[in-house]
């Protein structure tokens, strides 16, 4: 079992399990194919200028190919998720696909999060892989189109990057990279937030 922060809010200490066994639990590399970290990402993003707020469904499953664990959203009782859907996805991350340390593809787990009209930020998760840290943004995105501005970070075996980050032709976002180590190897945590979601995410150093 991956190790968890006893600082860690209730509702994580809740999902952080469920995701690990969601994503040990299906042979995702055996069902879909691989998408670029950026281009999920890009894909992801709202357009420049028009506000909008995201798809729970992310279109199609051959463009976008996430591996859902429900076929609908979900209702959270923490008020900063709302709604949620859980999901899992092949990524390579600068041309890399890391593996655990049972040397097989890591599985992302995948959380959509915002009202019932759409989401407005997500989590990204990759757990077992002692390469996770430290990663700031370059090592993930690489040198492909985006501007970005570091904002805060923390050091330490449990620490972030927090980034205001421009992709052409889309909206601003805001994205925290924060890493854990525990028996289980590093798990990098990559959480998204738009214009009006960026107030939900967690930047003190001290959890």
Request: charged share 20%; aromatic share 14%; with cysteine.
């Amino acid at each position: 079992m991956v190790y968890l922060n006893n600082h860690n809010p209730p509702y994580m200490r809740k999902l952080f399990p469920s995701a690990l066994l969601f994503c040990l639990g299906i042979n995702l590399h055996a069902q879909s194919k691989t998408i670029s970290l950026y281009d999920f990402m890009y894909k992801l993003a709202p357009d420049s200028g028009k506000h909008a707020i995201g798809d729970w469904s992310i279109g199609k499953p051959a463009l976008v190919p996430i591996k859902w664990k429900n076929n609908r959203i979900e209702m959270s009782e923490d008020m900063k998720i709302n709604f949620f859907r859980e999901g899992a996805i092949n990524l390579s991350v600068n041309g890399v696909v890391y593996q655990n340390m049972q040397n097989k593809p890591i599985g992302w787990y995948l959380m959509l999060r915002g009202p019932r009209s759409g989401f407005t930020n997500y989590l990204i998760m990759g757990m077992g892989n002692n390469s996770f840290k430290p990663m700031p943004i370059d090592s993930l995105l690489g040198k492909k189109r985006y501007t970005y501005q570091l904002l805060k970070t923390c050091a330490g075996t449990q620490g972030f990057y927090y980034y205001q980050l421009k992709f052409p032709k889309k909206d601003p976002l805001w994205m925290k990279l924060s890493w854990m180590s525990g028996n289980s190897g590093v798990t990098l945590r990559i959480e998204v937030y738009d214009d009006g979601s960026k107030s939900f995410a967690d930047l003190d150093c001290a959890r």
